[in-house]
């Protein structure tokens, strides 16, 4: 069982439809998705919790793969408000979303290991080759940041892929300790920076794992779609998502993930007409 953690809104679900559609149509072994979610209307009134309705319909695709494949919600609104409520980081570069992985180590029955994603990924191959790394002397795996590992240190890695050895986390409070730090201080990219700077063991892995730069590569395994920085035709960041196919085909000319995509627009027109 690969067991992947992600968070997020009532608004990521057009990225986790087409995230797991691309996961499980190459994975063989079964996927166990969990969805970190909490209402948040109190900062921003679209901060409402990924629904039941979305959670369901999301089991109905997963499923129509592999009958063992399931996705579930957690609901962490009340831990995120003891933890991080009010604080000097919940307005930070990112959604407040961000910071809920930090509560891993508080929430009873979550597996040993575990694959952490942001909503903004898709699989281009069977991603057990990453979960079964061995990272049993390490607390976490992970790919270095693009643009942080030139201008903050060689070694800074970018969160939005997080293979987790959660025993080894708990036995070093890497977690405990990231949320202190966002307790203390305002840090520029918050949850990453946190996990970054409280790091006793770390194993880096290929870009492929994690590939920030490239859309059409083969031996890609995971493609993020993160905020890039383009040069031409004159300096500028472009913060395309997947689901914006046809600015994916236009301007990142990309076509790698055409049959995840094709079919994530037919799942996503049926559940339009049932919401």
Same mark, same amino acid.
Request: proline fraction near 3%.
């Given at each position: ?44 009134? /679209? ?25 579930? $919600? ?75 590992? $030139? ?21 070093? $409070? ?39 730069? $490239? ?53 996503? /027109?049926?559940?339009? /007409?049932?919401?």
């Amino acid at each position: 069982m690969i067991n992947i953690l992600f968070s997020g809104n009532k608004k990521v679900f057009d990225g986790a439809l087409s995230q797991l559609i691309s996961i499980t149509n190459k994975t063989i072994e079964p996927v166990n998705s969990i969805i970190l979610t909490m209402d948040l209307t109190r900062v921003n009134k /679209e901060f409402i919790q990924i629904t039941d309705k979305q959670i369901a319909f999301l089991n109905k695709v997963v499923k129509s793969k592999n009958e063992k494949n399931q996705v579930n $919600k957690i609901d962490v609104t009340k831990l995120y408000e003891k933890e991080f409520g009010g604080g000097k980081n919940e307005s930070a570069y990112c959604t407040p979303y961000t910071l809920l992985r930090l509560l891993a180590d508080l929430l009873p029955n979550m597996p040993d290991k575990l694959l952490y994603l942001d909503i903004d990924m898709l699989a281009q191959k069977d991603i057990s080759t990453l979960y079964n790394i061995d990272i049993s002397n390490y607390e976490y795996a992970a790919v270095k940041e693009k643009y942080g590992s $030139k201008i903050i240190k060689r070694d800074y890695i970018n969160a939005g892929m997080l293979l987790l050895n959660m025993k080894k986390i708990k036995e070093t $409070k890497l977690l405990e300790k990231a949320r202190n730090m966002l307790k203390e201080r305002k840090l520029l990219f918050a949850d990453q920076d946190a996990i970054y700077w409280n790091t006793t063991s770390k194993l880096i892995l290929p870009r492929i794992y994690n590939e920030q730069r $490239k859309f059409n590569c083969k031996d890609t395994v995971i493609c993020h779609f993160a905020k890039r920085l383009w040069l031409i035709p004159y300096p500028h960041t472009e913060n395309i998502k997947q689901w914006q196919i046809e600015k994916l085909h236009d301007i990142y000319k990309c076509h790698a993930f055409d049959k995840d995509l094709e079919e994530y627009i037919e799942w996503r /027109e049926s559940f339009n /007409e049932t919401d």
